[in-house]
């Protein structure tokens, strides 16, 4: 049974950006919505995920559990899905130095 799903990428390929919009409509720049089905859905996840690089991507579909919905990551990020009693939270990991040597070089 298809269903909707949400793809968020950042500084992705823009093949891959390509082959996504084959499947799916890209609403503003990288954020992709479609209603697909979970064959589908997980396809467009592995090359997601095996051609991200240097980017990010975080997949959102409806999910049997107490949300109604279930989060992947793929690549490089500071906020990380983090199970806490059945329910997925985000938990935001600490700049590294060279995130806080950039933000301090900007001001």
Do not use: C, Y
């Not at 093949?15 to 979970?38: C, K, M, N, Q």
């Not at 949300?67 to 329910?87: I, K, N, S, Y």
Request: cysteine-free; hydrophobic content about 40%.
């Amino acid at each position: 049974m298809p269903s909707m799903i949400v793809l968020a990428t950042t500084a992705v390929p823009d093949h891959l950006r390509g082959a996504l919009s084959r499947w799916t409509i890209e609403v503003v720049p990288g954020i992709f919505v479609g209603t697909v089905s979970a064959r589908v859905r997980d396809e467009l996840w592995d090359a997601t995920s095996a051609t991200v690089g240097d980017g990010a991507a975080v997949l959102i579909h409806p999910a049997d559990n107490e949300q109604g919905f279930r989060l992947q990551t793929a690549g490089t990020r500071r906020r990380e899905p983090t199970d806490f009693d059945g329910l997925t939270l985000i938990r935001m990991r600490a700049a590294q130095a060279s995130e806080t040597a950039k933000e301090t070089q900007r001001e």
